[in-house]
């Protein structure tokens, strides 16, 4: 099993981001997915999860409005917009995966990816 970030950066802020996580060695399609992310000194929080068609996402509130997590069953990808920026959006964002769907909690999730540097600073 794999799960592989890219897209991480370092943006202005107001600015956007495009994370992606490619997965591998499980059935996608049958998985929940979700987004983490662990700034510094910080516990790892949840982002952003979208059940298993993507027909369902959930967000915390500190993202509403400014990100959208999407995935491609297709492509074995997850993505993470970003939009609006601002510095404490800076972190360590990681994806993770779980078969049921809406999941808050980082021990829930079976799956998890290395993580992407997300750095917002002018």
């Known amino acids: 099993v794999q799960l592989v970030e890219s897209g991480g950066g370092l943006v202005q802020p107001g600015g956007s981001l495009r994370l992606s996580c490619a997965a591998s060695?499980?059935?996608?399609?049958?998985?929940?997915m979700a987004w983490f992310r662990q700034a510094p000194g910080k516990e790892r929080e949840f982002v952003a999860a979208?059940?298993?068609?993507?027909?369902?996402?959930i967000y915390t509130d500190s993202v509403k409005g400014r990100f959208t997590i999407s995935r491609d069953n297709a492509k074995n990808t997850v993505y993470l917009q970003m939009n609006s920026l601002k510095p404490e959006d800076t972190a360590v964002y990681s994806c993770?995966?779980?078969?049921?769907?809406?999941?808050?909690?980082?021990?829930?999730?079976?799956?998890w990816g290395q993580g992407t540097q997300v750095t917002v600073s002018s």
């Open positions: 993770a995966g779980d078969r049921s769907y809406g999941r808050l909690k980082e021990m829930e999730y079976t799956y």
């Open positions: 060695g499980f059935t996608f399609s049958s998985y929940a």
């Open positions: 979208i059940s298993w068609g993507g027909g369902a996402t």
